[in-house]
């Protein structure tokens, strides 16, 4: 059983939908990140949290919006999204922001942006 | 442009065989070389790491060779078996930073039996 635990696990959404993705770790970890999976390309950093507190964010349109409520829970808003948003969605979290942690990846949620 | 970049974007082995996935990167300020390993509906895992202080870490039938020079390392698979097949994806971060890492695009693996 991973300790990285992501709900849904598919969502198909229409354009002008509002829809969450949540993600919790088990691990006691203090760092979470959004990671964006698209066939055939590098997994590309959306955003990572430490502490609750977001330390990075790369160039990620607005139609995403993150929440880390506390260090166990991560959140990925998603609004007026468009079809090529449509990706395996992972969440993973480390012990902390030092390069050299296991990074834990949670199973995704696939996302369909019809 | 793309930090690290992984061959082949395929694989097929017969089982038993050795099944050999390259990455190179330009920046040598990274020190810290991951192999993440992802099976059909899983997220990815860490399969096997090394850093630049050695040339080559072995772990099971899973070796890393690193070549610093070249600034390339790859993962060779001894003995490759069907529940080899996944893809594989290397990485590669600046350790003493933030956990940032770059990932290659993939390697899928498909061993036959």
């Known amino acids: 059983e991973t300790g990285v635990t992501q709900t849904p696990r598919h969502l198909v959404m229409g354009m002008t939908n509002k829809k969450s993705l949540k993600c919790e770790q088990h691990l006691g970890h203090n760092a979470m990140y959004w990671y964006k999976q698209s066939a055939k390309k590098p997994l590309e950093l959306m955003f990572v949290?430490?502490?609750?507190?977001?330390?990075e964010n790369n160039s990620v349109p607005s139609r995403f919006s993150p929440e880390c409520p506390n260090s166990s829970h991560l959140f990925l808003h998603l609004h007026t999204l468009q079809p090529e948003d449509s990706a395996l969605y992972l969440c993973a979290s480390s012990q902390d922001l030092q390069g050299w942690n296991t990074i834990y990846f949670g199973e995704g949620s696939w996302l369909t942006v019809v | 442009q793309q930090q690290v970049k992984q061959s082949p974007q395929s694989l097929i082995v017969q089982k038993g065989g050795i099944s050999i996935i390259n990455c190179a990167y330009e920046n040598t300020a990274f020190d810290y070389f991951p192999w993440y390993q992802q099976f059909p509906g899983k997220g990815p895992a860490l399969l096997i790491a090394?850093?630049?202080?050695?040339s080559e870490k072995k772990e099971g039938r899973f070796t890393i060779s690193f070549n610093k020079s070249a600034k390339q390392f790859s993962l060779h698979i001894m003995d490759s078996q069907p529940g080899d097949s996944a893809t594989y994806f290397c990485?590669?971060?600046?350790?003493?930073?933030?956990?940032?890492?770059?990932f290659g695009s993939g390697t899928k693996l498909n061993v036959k039996p």
């Open positions: 090394i850093r630049p202080d050695v």
């Open positions: 990485a590669a971060s600046m350790g003493n930073n933030f956990n940032k890492f770059y």
């Open positions: 949290y430490s502490l609750e507190e977001r330390v």
